[in-house]
Structure formats: C-alpha cells, structure tokens
C-alpha cells in the first residue's frame, strides 16, 4: 500500500496545476480562437455569423497598422540578435580574464535589475534632444550632430533595438559564460599547445559546442520580441505615428482604443502562430540534437 502511494501521491500532486493549466492557458486560448471569429465590440457576444465567421482576420490583413506592425517584428527581431552576438563577446572577454570575472559580470546584468518601462525611459531621454546625447554633443562643440531618432519614423525602430539590446546583452552574457565554463578545460589547453589562433578556436571549436545554447537564446529571444510591449509605450508609445507599432501594442490598442475585442482577439491569436512558428522548430531541433547526442553517447 505504501508503495502505491509512493507513485501515485506525486502524479496527485500535479493535478491542481494541470487543472490550473487547462483553464487558464488552453481555456483562454479557444476563448480568444472563439471570440475573433465573432463580430464583438466593447463586450464578448457568442454568437458567430459564419457567414462572416472570418470578417476580422480580412480586416486584419488589410490594416496598414497591422502590416507596419508585422514588419517592425521582423526589424526588431533581427536588431536583436546583436545582444546574442554581444553577449557572446562579452561572454568570452570575462572569461579569458579571469581576475574580474565577478565585478564584470555584476557590471554587464545590471541592467536586468532594470524594468523594461524604466529603461525605456532612460532611453527616451537619452534621445531628447535638448537634455540627452545630442544636447551634450553640442556642449561639446560638435554642434551638427543629431541623436534624436524617436523624432523620426524611419529611426524610431532602430532606437528601441539600441535600447533593446542594451537591456538584454547581459542576460545573453551570462548564458554564453555559463556555457563557456561547461567547456572541458583541455581543450583549452590542447589548442595553446597546437598554436591554434583564437579566432580559429572560437569559429571551428567553441562556437559548434555551444549550439545548444546558442539555441536557447534563439528562443528566449524569438518570445521576448513577438511579445515586446513595454519599451514600446516607454520610448515612443508606437509613434512617429504608427511607425513603431509592435503586434502586442497593435492588439491591445485594438481593445482599449478601437474598443473592438474581436478584432484584437484576431491579432492575438495571429501572434500565437507566430509564435507557434519561430519556438516549436527551435525546440524540435534543440530536442533532435539533444537525442542525437545521447544516442553517440551510449
């Protein structure tokens, strides 16, 4: 009897949260799948038209806003795969020198301890250009230099990936150091021996073992970006006009200023796909390589 408690006390144990679960994120999944197939305004209404059952993901393609919205998705994204690469470099600074290993890396994730809102903030007056950078350029003498990206739509979105970038190097860092240390320390000391140059060393040996977790931060930050809402509202609270409209700011504009849930329910669950999209591949292939290696293993 002990015994059979023993197995099942722990799978007991787990059914308040898979209850938790199923409620809370697959119920609120179908309900938002449901609610955008609806013609709800300011409130949910359960009655679909099907012959219209697809009206608000027509109007969603056809929405300037959406598709600037989409595009500044992929601007973002791509802007900040450089806090991937500068973690890394930062990452393999720190840990050839060992001595401030410590005091750096405190240094580097300081600005974790930093919400987004505030470091948008920061940033926003950063970019001002009577008290930021530009400001104190001119002091300086340089007077044709011009800092004030958010002022312009085809700048704004390069300010937040600064900004975005900064705030999220350090947290790359400390992935890539953990990693680095994972390294077997004779294959260190095997390269020096060789005269393998560091380059060649980092290219050829380092970088291909630590896939994995470069892969982990593919997909930590492939979530951060589909869902980056609060630096957004911080630095330019989607301005010059649309130009920095990011999907999550889209679908909750679409609720509170269009008052139109339905609609936003269609952005969201858009960006669940998106979602779906960029993280099962990245997680089927961290799984594939994963049983590869054990397999080599045995």
Aim: contains cysteine.
């Amino acid at each position: 009897m002990a015994i059979r408690w023993s197995r099942w006390s722990p799978r007991i144990a787990l059914v308040p949260a898979l209850l938790v679960t199923a409620v809370a994120f697959v119920g609120s999944i179908g309900w938002t799948i449901y609610i955008s197939l609806t013609t709800s305004r300011r409130f949910p209404d359960y009655e679909i038209n099907w012959d219209e059952w697809l009206r608000q993901y027509e109007r969603l393609f056809k929405d300037g806003a959406w598709a600037t919205s989409l595009k500044n998705l992929v601007v973002l994204g791509l802007g900040s795969t450089l806090a991937i690469i500068l973690g890394f470099i930062l990452a393999a600074m720190i840990e050839k020198e060992k001595r401030g290993e410590g005091f750096f890396r405190t240094i580097f994730l300081y600005p974790l301890a930093v919400s987004l809102i505030v470091a948008g903030i920061v940033w926003r007056w950063m970019f001002n250009p009577s008290l930021g950078i530009e400001n104190f350029l001119h002091e300086l003498g340089w007077t044709s230099a011009s800092f004030n990206w958010l002022a312009a739509p085809d700048t704004a979105m390069y300010g937040i990936i600064l900004a975005s970038i900064w705030h999220g190097s350090g947290f790359y860092m400390a992935l890539m150091l953990a990693g680095l240390h994972s390294i077997n320390g004779e294959i260190w000391s095997a390269a020096r021996l060789d005269g393998v140059s560091v380059w060649r060393l980092y290219i050829e040996i380092i970088i291909p073992m630590m896939r994995f977790t470069f892969l982990t931060c593919a997909i930590l930050l492939s979530l951060g970006v589909v869902k980056a809402y609060d630096i957004i509202v911080a630095m330019t609270n989607g301005g010059p006009g649309s130009s920095t409209w990011m999907p999550a700011y889209f679908t909750l504009n679409a609720y509170s200023g269009r008052s139109n849930i339905a609609y936003a329910s269609a952005a969201a669950v858009i960006m669940l796909l998106i979602t779906a999209a960029i993280f099962i591949p990245l997680v089927m292939v961290t799984a594939w390589r994963v049983r590869r290696r054990e397999a080599i293993a045995k």
